[in-house]
């Protein structure tokens, strides 16, 4: 199996690193870390061990590959100026499988799109994992992925990758609903991303002991959307969230880390898009309205600084 992996942050480097370790031949593109990605690897600190990934190749344009991949790992945000159909074209060739490994919600028609003759595998990560320096992977906590045909459905391929993921270590679903698996993430996504950075910086343990009824009004409401969008949760799916995050160590999540670097952060993927959607279909979401419009001025702040 020939995979590339577009994007050597915290998500690709790892997931990408299991797939080496599988047997798979794991290329990377990458951009600001590539002399040290190209000289010395990447080092992974995990609850799996400690290791050292060597790409196949590492490249800072797909033009300079040899030959089209089997799989398309896209590893990067969906954020402002990020041209995702641009940094796939020359990736992909006619049999190229292209996944996404994103958060938010609707993060897919614009890929599926622009690609229509590929399969596309939606992916989401349910992982406590940092970038620290370049070359460099800390993996935290979990590492659950969720893999599915995009809209729906899981195919030979996505059965494929999904099994392989499986056995290095981390638990990995194939699932015939992703997008009810992306309200399921969205759910802990809406709390913790924009409250991480509207409290200055906390980490998801102070945010939750001194706010739980609100992480938890917040958490609500993206149920009730994804209800009335016909994608219904699990009724104990709130609790879940709340006591698995009271386990984790105290964590920064990748938008606070985003915005204390002066990045574009994941505003529109994770909540603007979940509060539309609950606008179009009638939900009263005040809590989430009231963090989108926090969440825009704090960018605005951002754009003035």
Known sequence: ????VIGTGAIGSFYGSLLAKQGAEVSVLARSDYEHVKEHGIHIESKLGNYEFRPHQVVRSARELFGKPDYVLLCIKVVEGADRTEILRDAIGPGTAIVLISNGIDIEAEVASAYPDNELISG?????VTRTAPGRIWHQAY????LGSYPSGTSDKTKRLASLFDTSGINCVATEDIATARWQKCVWNAAFSPLSVLSGGLPTSDILTTQEPFVRAIMAEICAIAAAAGHKLSDDIIELNVSSTHKMPPYKTSMLLDYEA??????EAILGNAVRYGQRLGVAIPHLESLYA???LRELQLQAA
Do not use: S
């Open 294 to 296: 926090l969440m825009k």
């Open 143 to 146: 590492g659950k992925l969720a």
């Open 124 to 128: 989401l990560a349910f992982i406590c």
């Open 262 to 267: 002066g990045r574009p952060m994941e505003t």
């Open 1 to 4: 199996m020939k995979v590339l």
